[in-house]
């Protein structure tokens, strides 16, 4: 039973627009949730995370905003560039024992077309 | 640092034969982590170490998995015997303290078991 859900596998978006990229999770205890970015043939990369407390995050072109009474979350990317094409990673975590051991989604591909 | 190193990045091996996956953390991080990716279900975390004590391997598929961390600077995933289902990429990442943010993962291993 997936606790973590991605509900689109692919993405394709214009150059310059707007990316959206969607999130679900079941479980209400998390309280931290992250994104993680994977080029081919690369691990992933930590992108951008957010607590709970907070309903929004941003760094630079990168926005994850957060809806705990939906459990929901989105990463925004504007604009968009070639280079943001990659498959994109939601992952939810608690507090456990001291550790925060995240669950991921399967994964959005985000194709961004010149 | 290197950052995580697996090996080998390829592994084709055939039904029946025992494969084994390699992962050297980076040096300092107490947390050690050894996920699959697959097209159905995304990142699974199949089994992490603190301190070179394995703590949580509910996520092993079957018994024909083990892993092993016999010193901080090293782990071995092993699979015996191996099966076409087990065809996946195989990641390795570790982190100071289980901090979901603070993950560095390795570039992977891609299994094939024909």
């Known amino acids: 039973d997936q606790q973590v859900k991605q509900n689109s596998p692919s993405l394709s978006v214009q150059e310059g627009r707007i990316s959206i990229l969607n999130c679900d999770y079941t479980n209400s205890m998390f309280d931290y949730f992250l994104w993680y970015k994977k080029y081919p043939a690369e691990g992933p990369t930590f992108l951008i995370s957010?607590?709970?407390?907070?309903d929004k995050n941003e760094d630079g072109r990168f926005t994850v905003f957060l809806n705990k009474s939906a459990k929901h979350l989105s990463l925004h990317i504007v604009p968009s560039q070639p280079g943001d094409s990659a498959v994109y990673f939601c992952?939810?975590?608690?507090?456990?024992?001291?550790?925060?051991?995240?669950?991921f989604g399967r994964g959005t591909s985000l194709i961004v077309h010149p | 640092d290197a950052g995580v190193i697996q090996s080998p990045r390829h592994e084709v091996t055939e039904m029946g034969q025992e494969v084994t996956l390699r992962c050297k953390p980076i040096?300092?991080?107490?947390?050690l982590f050894w996920y699959r990716q697959t097209m159905m279900r995304g990142l699974e975390l199949l089994i992490y170490?603190?301190?070179?004590?394995?703590?949580?391997d509910s996520g092993m598929p079957e018994d024909r998995f083990s892993a092993k961390m016999p010193n901080a600077s090293f782990s071995t995933l092993k699979i015996q015997p191996s099966e076409p289902r087990d065809s996946a990429v195989y990641f390795c990442a570790s982190s100071l303290q289980g901090a979901g943010y603070g993950y560095t993962f390795g570039s992977g291993t891609r299994l094939t078991v024909v």
């Open positions: 957010i607590s709970s407390i907070k």
């Open positions: 992952a939810a975590s608690a507090n456990s024992g001291g550790s925060y051991i995240p669950t």
């Open positions: 170490f603190n301190n070179n004590v394995p703590i949580d």
């Open positions: 040096s300092g991080h107490d947390y």
